[in-house]
């Protein structure tokens, strides 16, 4: 039984840069939510995906968006990067009715 | 706010010795208290986690203890081992649990 799987593990970008992480939740799993962690620092929380929609977010600006798939699985875009983005993105999933979420290995985004 | 504070930040036990580590939250609504270690690189795993309706859970070495009044929480590692030195997380939900938000981490080391 696959856990949650995130795509791509490292990710080097350039500053005003876009880009997209992947992560597909453990199966049996409905609910997505994509943390933000920074070196030293605890995860913070960005959004939460259910049927396909935005349900909370986080302290995060527009440029921080996501979207979930009819499959469950769930994109996290982030536009025009800064310095400051890089960091460790970490999706995590559990079912609906449960509150314990398992994490992905994370994606390692270095904006330079 | 939507906060969870977590003491010490560092740690350092003799094996053997027990560790404390205390968080405190402020939405008395929430009901939901994990417990997740990070090891360096890689992800956060939940190692234990406690609902409001009990006030102590225990699995082997480790237990935790909720004060609902109060709003604390506390992870108690007993007979600690060198594979307890990690990074240790407490979260509790907001807004209903759409939002599972972190403390700041306590860096535990063991001493030989």
């Known amino acids: 039984d696959a856990g949650v799987t995130q795509s791509p593990t490292h990710l080097i970008k350039t500053r005003g840069q876009q880009v997209t992480l992947r992560c597909s939740p453990k199966?049996?799993?409905?609910?997505v939510s994509w943390y933000q962690q920074a070196l030293g620092q605890g995860p913070q929380f960005i959004f939460q995906?259910?049927?396909?929609?935005?349900?909370q977010r986080g302290n995060f600006p527009d440029r921080f968006s996501g979207h979930q798939f009819p499959n469950y699985s769930s994109e996290l875009n982030v536009n025009a990067l800064l310095l400051g983005d890089s960091a460790l993105y970490l999706c995590a999933s559990r079912t609906r009715d449960r509150y314990g979420y398992t994490f992905g290995s994370g994606t390692r985004l270095t904006v330079v | 706010g939507e906060n969870v504070e977590q003491h010490p930040s560092t740690l350092s036990v003799q094996e053997g010795d027990s560790a404390v580590i205390k968080c405190t939250y402020s939405?008395?609504?929430?009901?939901?208290f994990p417990w997740y270690k990070q090891e360096l690189g890689k992800r956060p795993q939940l190692i234990i986690d406690?609902?409001?309706?009990?006030g102590e859970k225990k699995d082997q070495r480790i237990a935790v203890t909720l004060n609902k009044t109060a709003k604390h929480f506390s992870l108690h590692i007993t007979e600690t081992q060198p594979e307890d030195s990690a990074v240790y997380f407490c979260?509790?939900?907001?807004?209903?649990?759409?939002?599972?938000?972190f403390g700041s981490g306590t860096r535990l080391s063991i001493r030989p």
């Open positions: 939405d008395s609504a929430s009901n939901y």
């Open positions: 406690i609902r409001s309706n009990v």
């Open positions: 995906y259910y049927e396909e929609e935005e349900r």
């Open positions: 979260a509790a939900p907001y807004s209903s649990a759409s939002k599972i938000i």
């Open positions: 199966s049996g799993h409905d609910t």
